[in-house]
């Protein structure tokens, strides 16, 4: 494990993540890609029908709508058993990380509002148990829908269109993103698990938001100066707010699709170790370009807080 302790590795985390310690991590808290079809990292499916990333002449030129992934001819077999491809693969990873979490640890995973359930059943079939559903509220959501007298319109349905006057096809504005919350079942009580190992509880007096007790709905932003290099990046705060619920300084947090390199940011910033691996080489140097990578200062930042790894 010590190998990965406060770096990004480069490679898809299946190849890494046997290698890491039993039962030594304190908190998983990843990104992980939605199967949506957001970009071709979020694809797990050889389905042709549906539209993926500008497949259909309709979304061709149009960069905001190239992503939808709505059949080409209709609903079919293949479209129904893409959602049965993304569990597939998320139960790939997930049995790898249960052996290597700490009893009663946490896990937190962002998902799609469509798809994140069946991440949370891959889990759940692994050994861990969903705790709560958090929402994270958006400061805003980027949001087309057509008109459906448009479209009418279009195919020369004047009748039609009026009656479908004010009606639209898609979803209404996405304002907010599913944050599953689950852990690693512990023995006899949660007391004893986390005196045992240091995990299971909540930090609430570090957490208060304007002096009260938190939700389970968190509305937290991007800064001003924060710097955006991927379109599904969440916000440095919200991280730490997570990190800073769930683990002590200098625990481990580990985060297999790091995308971005927040986690990391979000680990340096409230003195916690790391472990993180991206997959994509161009989102994986970015990251290190963002964190500002230094070996040489990394290599010491480790050899100074291994003596505290609990």
Request: charged share 25%; net charge negative.
């Amino acid at each position: 494990m010590n190998q990965f302790i406060d770096e990004i590795t480069l490679g898809d985390c299946r190849d890494f993540l046997p290698q890491l310690t039993a039962e030594s991590v304190h908190l998983f808290l990843s990104d992980i890609p939605y199967g949506i079809g957001l970009d071709e990292w979020d694809v797990f499916h050889e389905n042709t029908n549906s539209a993926f990333l500008g497949t259909s002449p309709a979304q061709q030129g149009k960069n905001g709508f190239k992503r939808r992934g709505k059949p080409i001819q209709g609903w079919n077999a293949a479209d129904r058993n893409i959602n049965k491809e993304y569990q597939k693969w998320c139960s790939e990873w997930a049995k790898l990380v249960y052996p290597i979490m700490k009893k009663g640890a946490s896990l937190f995973i962002f998902g799609a509002r469509r798809t994140i359930h069946r991440a949370i059943v891959a889990l759940e079939d692994e050994g861990f148990l969903l705790k709560d559903i958090l929402i994270w509220k958006k400061p805003g959501a980027h949001h087309r829908s057509q008109r459906l007298e448009i479209v009418l319109n279009q195919r020369g349905e004047q009748e039609l269109a009026e009656k479908w006057h004010g009606w639209r096809l898609g979803n209404l504005a996405p304002i907010y993103e599913p944050i599953a919350w689950l852990f690693k079942p512990y023995h006899h009580t949660i007391t004893d698990n986390i005196i045992e190992h240091a995990v299971g509880g909540m930090n609430v007096l570090d957490c208060l938001i304007d002096g009260k007790s938190p939700t389970n709905i968190l509305e937290m932003g991007f800064r001003d100066d924060e710097q955006r290099i991927h379109e599904a990046q969440k916000p440095i705060k919200l991280m730490e707010y997570l990190i800073r619920l769930t683990t002590l300084e200098h625990q481990i947090v580990l985060d297999p699709f790091m995308g971005s390199g927040t986690t990391a940011i979000a680990c340096r910033n409230l003195h916690r170790h790391f472990i993180g691996f991206e997959i994509d080489e161009n989102y994986y140097r970015a990251a290190l370009k963002r964190f500002e990578y230094d070996p040489i200062q990394m290599s010491l930042l480790r050899e100074e807080n291994s003596r505290y790894c609990i």
